[in-house]
């Protein structure tokens, strides 16, 4: 058993992910109703990334702030500039592929007892009221906008602390960080789990009525992945971006897809961001930051299921208000809540910008809860791997210019 345990651990994560995936597949078409009992593995999984990761960001957030040195330079503002150029164009591509491949939507019920925001003032007041949130209460709703205030308040707080103290709080941080380590090594238990219970409970049938809409949204948010991400981070690193871009795909992707929560694939993209040997100072914040305002796929999903209405009612739009859209989904996207079907509550709200009545707004959110086994997934692990994705990009570049800035020294 010893050695078949260690012949398992000497697999890479991604493959034994895969194995996972195949296994939870095969059972769910053979025998579903003999083995229900193990989507709770899934469930555990994914509780078990939940309720780490917040206080994973409070810790390692607090202690990478206590012992940062006046005039030690961090990535954050190049991080946030591409979180913003990233979410933008995502919209951008989702105004644009909706007037290449119209779509019009049999509209239906199955949202009523959803809320949305009524504005855009809603939304940014929302945020505000996030950022002083009482730090127990932050924990417990998983706010990360409230515990990165308090974790960076804290933090700067302690930075005249003695030695000692700043020392049990990188314990801390390294011990949690352990944790989420453990709890990662059984991610290909927990996703075979996960895939098992929505092949078995969603099934694909019902997304064979919305094809059309689904192949625009899955496809502008792969040419998001694979086209305007690379160029992005071509641009900033004058490099090959494919093999960072898979990388992120491959080892974050994955267990966004099916987590489906920016904010559990947290831990996850700590992980992976360790491995690349990325700034613990930058990653700490620029992570659950990034699971919080850098959402490229809810960009996507906002435009494209607007645009969508827009058509099914004949409303004629012109290059002003499609601008107008792109820069309001990028926007709506960043206050979307990283959690599964966030972004469809900021569909009203982008609706409004037509004059489309509420009434109808909410049947296209309906029509999101419906595709959104597939929808919701995608756009998830483009989110999340987008986050490592740039927070690598920032400091790649920055090296880039170190090391250009050494060699004219140099040359001089």
Known sequence: MKDLIRKWDQISLVKRILIGIIIGIILAITIPDAVKWITIFGSLFVGALKAVAPILVLFLVMS????????QQTNM?????????????????????????????????????VTPPSGIVEVLKSLLFNIVDNPVNALLNAN?????????????????????????????????SQLVKWVISLAPLGIMGLVFDAIVTSGLSALLDYGKLLLVLLGCMFFVALVVNPII??????????PLVLQCLRESGITAFFTRSSAANIPVNMSLCEKLKLDKDTYSVSIPLGATINMAGAAVTISVLTLAAVHTLGIQVDFAT????????????????????GSLLLIPLAC??????????????????????LQDSCETALNSSSDVLFTATAEYAKNRKEGKGLVNKKTA
């Open 352 to 373: 409004s910008l037509f004059g489309i009545p509420n009434d109808i707004a909410m049947q296209v959110v309906g029509v999101g809860f419906i595709i959104g086994v």
């Open 144 to 176: 990360y906008i409230g515990i990165l205030t308090w974790a960076i308040v804290l933090g700067i707080a302690l930075k005249h602390a003695s030695d000692s103290t700043k020392d049990m709080l990188s314990n801390f941080s390294d011990a949690i």
């Open 233 to 242: 981070v071509y641009m900033n690193t004058r490099k090959n971006p494919f």
């Open 322 to 341: 499609a601008v107008i859209l792109s820069v309001l989904s990028a926007i709506s996207a960043a206050g979307a809540s990283g959690v599964a079907g």
């Open 64 to 71: 990478a702030i206590s012992k940062h040195k006046s005039g």
């Open 77 to 113: 503002k190049s991080i946030l500039g591409l979180y913003a150029i990233g979410t933008f164009l995502a919209g951008v591509t989702g105004v644009i592929a909706s007037f290449l491949f119209p779509v019009s939507l049999t509209l239906t019920t199955g949202a009523e007892g």
